[in-house]
């Protein structure tokens, strides 16, 4: 399985970056305008906020959905019955936020939001004429009036060797929405499944960003792009010691896309979270 790394300023970048999304479902940008001053930035100031009690009066809105979400609650992938080793912060322009940190990650998602609708004009341009008569617009004109795209601030803490039999960082699974962008976290340990089921690392120097097509984009090319099944893998020796820190910008449409007949970026992203949810009650049964 090869996922490109894609010089994101090189004349054929949106060649080779849709291709590799085409064949892959993710790709590897470097040369990007993504400072990685402020990534490191971010993960500094979010792992002491989450090594601090304060992280507790930030906890999250169920309607909303925003604000921090503990170990406790975290989420358990589709089709597994053991929750992720986790805790994150969801974080929207409108939303929670901490004070006890600065506004670097809201800068981080303002800059990742730019850069990830520049990659859907990428895609839409590159994408066959049959595909693109299938969208019921433009992709990057799915993003005016958007409200849902959410930034999440993640933390895998070490382990302890306490964990429940089978737990991981994060279960196989895949994102609901269009496009994930996710910096290189401050460890190693993403891997994706090709067609074989055989899992392979995603390349994570420091600096570059990966890239992943979501069950949204899937579901708008009819399968073109496909939404590959990504996890993150447990660390051994001296890495199990240590935190790991991770940015996901989880791109959404605006609410009343119609992404498929019959289907609005609403009303599937509702399916999605009831399908979730149901799966932890019955986890909990």
């Not at 929750?83 to 981080?108: M, N, Q, T």
């Not at 609708?117 to 009036?145: F, I």
């Not at 994060?170 to 994706?192: K, S, Y």
Request: with cysteine.
């Amino acid at each position: 399985m090869n996922v490109e790394v894609v010089d994101f300023r090189a004349p054929d970048a949106p060649e080779a970056f849709t291709r590799s999304l085409r064949h892959t479902g993710f790709a590897v940008l470097v040369n990007h305008p993504l400072p990685h001053e402020l990534v490191e930035q971010i993960y500094d100031e979010w792992l002491a906020f989450f090594d601090s009690d304060a992280k507790y009066a930030y906890r999250y809105r169920d309607g909303d959905q925003d604000g921090y979400f503990g170990p406790d609650v975290s989420e358990t992938a589709k089709g597994n019955t053991v929750k992720d080793i986790k805790e994150f912060f969801h974080v929207y322009p409108w939303g929670l936020y901490p004070s006890e940190v600065s506004d670097a990650a809201l800068r981080y998602a303002e800059t990742a939001k730019a850069i990830a609708t520049t990659l859907l004009g990428w895609v839409h341009d590159h994408t066959p004429d049959a595909v693109r008569d299938r969208l019921s617009m433009p992709l990057p004109d799915m993003m005016n009036g958007s409200t849902r795209t959410l930034l999440r601030v993640l933390r895998y803490p070490p382990l302890t060797g306490d964990e429940p039999a089978d737990a991981v960082r994060a279960a196989a699974h895949e994102d609901i929405n269009l496009l994930t962008v996710l910096p290189a976290a401050n460890e190693p340990g993403l891997q994706v499944r090709d067609l074989a089921g055989n899992w392979h690392d995603v390349p994570c120097d420091f600096g570059s960003i990966a890239i992943n097509a979501g069950d949204m984009l899937q579901l708008a090319t009819g399968g073109y792009y496909p939404s590959t099944t990504h996890r993150v893998t447990n660390p051994t020796g001296d890495g199990a010691r240590r935190s790991r820190l991770s940015l996901p910008l989880f791109l959404h449409p605006a609410d009343d896309v119609v992404l498929a007949e019959g289907r609005t970026a609403f009303s599937y992203l509702r399916e999605r979270i009831a399908e979730l949810r149901s799966q932890d009650l019955k986890s909990a049964g």
